[in-house]
């Protein structure tokens, strides 16, 4: 069975103190269920990485990045790797998230190379999909969320993709209140895995953890869990709320 997981994107918030807090509050009231009945992971900016990690390498949450970057290692000013990621203890890196492809301007084939990248830097890579408002009103998002999944794991294997995990994150309901109603989110949950099915095949499409992200509150958390293809959350506003994030968590289990 697939394990849920519940995942915080910090973006670009927190300071020095208030991400090692934040983190410690987190590992300390879910101690009795993180690890062993739901996989938790905050992912804090790139700076506060190393001092996450550090406050929680006695627990069982994990810490990914907000990103990564394909190269291994050079002239690419900015940029972090994989390897420089592990080195400071992470576990998992989001790629594709729709602020990075909608605001930096991050095109599927860089979002490919970067999944790529942290599965051979022996990271867990969480690979964003998610359609435009404007795209759901046009009927597009089957279409988009294709896109996003085909060329996003294009050139992998089954077994290299069999440690991603997906996020299902309708870009209209990310930090804007709107969320996607338990139904439509399941509807597109169940399109991913059985295009997964067809991708690769049902075995890796049943294991697979699908996300949901997008306005996730610990009021309407259980109705999301609730549904059949729904293993887990992906919440960024909420999760900077150590009470709202724990209780998003005991939801979760
Ligand atoms: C996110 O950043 O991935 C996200 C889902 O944000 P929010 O929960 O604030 O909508």
Known sequence: MRKPFVAGNWKMNTDSNSSVELAERIASESADVAGRDVTVAVCPPFIYLQAVAKALSASSVGVGAQDIYYESKGAFTGEISASMLKDVGCTYCLCGHSERRHIIGETDDLVNKKVAAGIGGGLLPILCVGELRAEREASQTNEVVTRHLKKGLAGLSAEKVSVVTIAYEPVWAIGTGLTATPQQAQEVHDFIRKLLAEMYDGQLAEEIRILYG??????????????????????????????????IIQVAV
């Open 214 to 247: 997008g306005s996730v509150k610990p009021d309407n958390a259980a109705d999301l869990m609730g549904q059949r293809d729904i293993d887990g959350l992906l919440v960024g506003g909420a999760s900077l709320k150590a009470d709202d994030f724990l209780a």
